[in-house]
């Protein structure tokens, strides 16, 4: 071997040797043990917000859906320097409502109140500033206390279609949004919080992220619609992708077997997820205060999300110097 040849392959063993290293330290920490300060952010970082600064607020908007064939609306509350900052892309997370409910369920005062909770979560560094939109889930038959919304696509409407899909491409045409699924969440409460884990799954293309307080994973319509089935369908690869996080309130009991239950399903095909169990009921007190919870372990995906995506650039780039060292020795 010449002088040359053990050069470059003294490098390429260098090069290779790093990047691995590199990617390990990486990758094998949990999320609250990562460091991001010394690379560039994709996610943006929190802005401290205080008495002083405009409060977050909330907007109803309309679109047209295909995919019901009516107009259909959404609420939508954009993140702290939106305006400001107009090259910079955020995360989204979907907030979807429960029975007899609407859009704007999760921002009123005397129901979800989500905008104090996000505010804290921003001040604090629990979630980056993201783009919080809280679809329409009725169906055709529109609301009533009666009866759950349908988050499925059946014979009253292509719900999921509606929410899942054809509602994300409207918010990545309307709004800067990173259009990686590991940078979506969606989450709900009760039928929403059911809601939210069918149409993730249904949409694996979109979301990456999925979040359910007091919900149920067995739906009446069949195993296409109950998450605790239709999970084992999804290819491996999607399923290793997934992120998922449930709560149920102790006085919950049947919510609460649920979801020990879809735990115990997601457990068993090493599916990455967080049950929790609190006192509480079947009430807006139980999950105004545990959204925080869903919440900071949305943001702890999206940092991990961000740190897996600066570990595989920086592999790109150390390969393409080391192939660039080989090629001119």
């Not at 590991?182 to 799954?201: C, H, M, Q, T």
């Not at 979301?207 to 605790?228: E, Q, R």
Request: aromatic share 10%; hydrophobic share 30%; glycine share 8%.
């Amino acid at each position: 071997m010449n002088y040359k040849q053990s050069k470059t392959l003294l490098l390429f063993s260098v090069l290779t040797l790093v990047s691995c290293n590199f990617y390990q330290s990486v990758v094998a920490k949990p999320p609250q043990q990562q460091n991001l300060q010394t690379t560039p952010s994709v996610v943006p970082t929190q802005r401290n917000t205080s008495n002083s600064e405009t409060p977050l607020t909330y907007k109803i908007e309309t679109y047209d859906s295909q995919a019901m064939g009516a107009s259909r609306t959404y609420g939508v509350s954009l993140p702290p320097g939106y305006e400001q900052n107009p090259k910079q892309r955020y995360p989204v997370i979907f907030l979807l409502h429960g029975g007899h409910g609407n859009p704007s369920d999760w921002f009123i005062q005397n129901k979800g109140q989500a905008l104090k909770t996000v505010e804290q979560l921003y001040t604090t560094g629990k979630l980056p500033p993201s783009i919080i939109i809280t679809p329409d889930g009725n169906d055709k038959r529109g609301s009533s206390p009666y009866r759950d919304p349908e988050y499925i696509d059946g014979p009253n409407g292509k719900v999921s279609t509606a929410v899942g899909d054809e509602l994300v491409k409207v918010v990545q045409s309307r709004y800067r949004t990173i259009n990686n699924p590991d940078f979506w969440a969606i989450g709900g409460l009760s039928s929403g919080g059911w809601g939210a884990i069918n149409v993730g799954l249904h949409n694996l293309d979109r979301f990456s992220i999925l979040f359910s307080h007091s919900g149920y994973f067995n739906d009446k319509s069949g195993p296409a619609n109950s998450p605790i089935f239709y999970i084992k369908t999804i290819p491996i690869q999607a399923q290793k992708r997934l992120k998922i996080y449930l709560d149920s309130g102790t006085s919950d009991i049947d919510e609460l077997k649920e979801a020990e239950r879809f735990s115990k399903v997601l457990n068993q095909l090493k599916i990455y997820n967080s049950f929790r169990e609190f006192p509480g009921s079947h009430t807006w007190q139980y999950w105004r205060k545990h959204l925080a919870d869903s919440l900071t372990f949305v943001g702890e995906q999206f940092r991990a999300s961000e740190t897996a995506n600066m570990a595989d650039k920086t592999l790109s780039i150390n390969h393409k110097k080391m192939l660039k060292i080989i090629k001119n020795p």
